[in-house]
């Protein structure tokens, strides 16, 4: 069983910078892609940026340039480094690890951590 718990996140004006981050927890294949999803009151959720087992990296347009992935292998952390915040970035932000077992994809959740930007 896999655990994933975020932290941080919190209300910031526009312009401003947060981060979150997010521990995993339990049998944790060591190749794996960890990524950080968000979704607004009344949208989907959507892919923010993910990062694989070897450092490599993938951003939603909409945050390129303004947001960091980074990810800890050894403590199996991922977090997301956030500046330039808008408002339109307000969204509940969640943790996600993703890995193979026989070919199938296995995912993982973690409660999801507030993130308000003021305008």
């Known amino acids: 069983q896999v655990r994933l718990v975020e932290s941080g996140g919190g209300l910031v004006q526009a312009g401003g910078s947060l981060s979150v981050s997010c521990v995993a927890s339990?049998?944790?294949?060591?190749?794996?892609?960890m990524g950080w999803y968000r979704q607004a009151p009344g949208k989907q959720r959507e892919l923010v940026a993910t990062i694989t087992s070897r450092g490599s990296t993938n951003y939603a347009d909409s945050v390129k340039g303004r947001f960091t992935i980074s990810r800890d292998n050894a403590k199996n952390t991922v977090s997301l480094q956030m500046n330039s915040l808008k408002p339109e970035d307000t969204a509940v932000y969640y943790c996600?690890?993703?890995?193979?077992?026989?070919?199938?994809?296995?995912?993982?959740w973690g409660q999801g951590t507030q993130v308000t930007v003021s305008s």
């Open positions: 996600n690890l993703e890995w193979r077992v026989v070919g199938s994809r296995i995912n993982a």
């Open positions: 339990g049998s944790i294949v060591s190749v794996n892609v």
